[in-house]
């Protein structure tokens, strides 16, 4: 009997931490893990908000990491396919895929998992800021055009005071610290900034922020921006209209999942899957497939979650290879979810921060030498499973 092939669908965190622990924990010719990703490189999108706004701050192939290098000494047990997930027939176990180029082809499965990620409405709203990876195999020229274009603005609208928006804020204010006629305004749809963490956290970062000129507008979502060519209005749910050079949306998460059954999916597009990470079609559980991280409907998206998820999926599936009958592991949802238990730096610039670990909101020196140094940058591959 020939390997199990293992497709994995995205090369993000999630994707690759599985494909490299699979290929850790079941040696040698009993598995073929196959990685679907629209790029060839991984992108360390946790440090976006100091890539887009410094791009001196770090050097391309620290945040850009080849994927096929890092897994080479897999031999032939691993394989990179580059281009875009379009469609899944589940009953003939194959995934479709499409090239850059337009070419189509069909990989056969024995087990899929599905770990497209998520996109933030960057991808949809504004000028196209690539916080995270969006779907074009064009990564490097999406993230040089961001960086100019910010670079080129004396004035910006940041919709979306979530980590991102904050962050981003934060770099900004270090960025342009030169500019003494340069504006930067935050719209904040609640009246909370950071109002995943603590209340105290949220209001560390609006304190240090205005403080610092930023204008902070809370309780008004953004209804729509208009692009004038040289210029950007962005028009609030109060009916207020506010302008600037540029127009940056940070607000909001899609599920990276059109290629996906409707029937795989709840209604807002995100997977449905059970607490062993099996998905979950309208009719019943699908042993032979599996989803994680951000593409699913765990409430918490975040990569230290995912470090959580991998190792359940993973012997899950080793389980499922060998074809063991012992129990499979379960995730445990409802802590996953608890808001007491988040970990989460939130730099504001190089030299504080705020956040929350449990239940305590860290000093700002702890969050700058923790994560604002380098937002981890140095291990970035090993945070990817790359190293």
């Keep these: 009997m020939g390997p199990k092939t293992v497709v994995i669908v995205g090369g993000s965190f999630a994707g690759l931490k599985v494909a490299r622990g699979l290929l850790e924990e079941v040696k040698g010719d009993k598995i073929r893990v196959v990685v679907i990703n629209p790029s060839e490189k991984f992108y360390y999108c946790i440090a976006a908000p ?22 080479a000494h897999y031999g032939k047990r691993f394989q990179l396919i580059v281009g875009h997930a379009t469609g899944i027939d589940e009953p003939g176990h194959t995934v ?4 850059d180029q337009g070419k189509i082809a069909t990989v056969p499965f024995d087990y899929l998992v599905l770990a497209s990620g998520s996109s933030t409405k960057s991808t949809q709203e504004g000028v196209l800021v690539p916080y995270k990876p969006y779907g074009p195999n064009s990564l490097e020229p999406a993230i040089r055009s961001a960086q100019e274009a910010i670079a080129a603005a004396t004035s910006i609208i940041v919709g979306g005071a979530g980590p991102i928006g904050v962050e981003f804020v934060g770099e900004l204010l270090e960025a342009w610290s030169d500019r003494p006629k340069s504006s930067i305004t935050l719209v904040s749809a609640t009246q909370q900034l950071l109002p995943a963490l603590k209340a105290s956290a949220g209001n ?6 205005v403080s610092r000129g930023v204008k902070v507008v809370k309780g008004h979502k953004v209804t729509d921006a208009v692009n004038h060519g040289s210029s950007w209005t ?3 749910s109060n009916g207020q209209s506010l302008t600037a050079d540029l127009y940056v949306s940070t607000a909001g998460l899609i599920p990276n999942s059109s290629y996906i059954p409707r029937d795989f999916l709840d209604e807002a597009g995100w997977v449905r899957i059970d607490n062993k990470f099996h998905v979950r079609s309208a009719k019943s559980i699908l042993p032979h497939i599996y989803a994680v991280g951000d593409i699913t409907t765990l409430p918490t998206r975040t990569a230290i979650k995912v470090n959580e998820q991998v190792p359940v999926l993973v012997k899950n599936l080793k389980a499922d290879i060998k074809g063991t009958s012992t129990a499979r592991a379960a995730y445990d949802v409802h802590a996953a979810a608890d808001k007491k238990k988040i970990l989460m730096f939130v730099p504001l610039g190089s030299r504080t921060g705020t956040g929350q670990m449990m239940g305590f909101v860290p000093w700002g020196w702890m969050v700058a030498k923790m994560k604002g140094k380098d937002f981890f940058v ?4 090993s945070m990817a499973g790359l190293a």
């Design 204 to 209: 560390t970062a609006e304190k240090y922020l």
């Design 234 to 236: 962005v028009n609030l």
């Design 96 to 99: 479709t895929v499409t090239s």
């Design 378 to 381: 140095s291990k970035a591959a």
């Design 50 to 71: 100091r890539i887009l706004a410094k791009p001196k701050a770090f050097r391309p192939e620290e945040y850009l990491i080849p994927i096929a290098k890092a897994f």
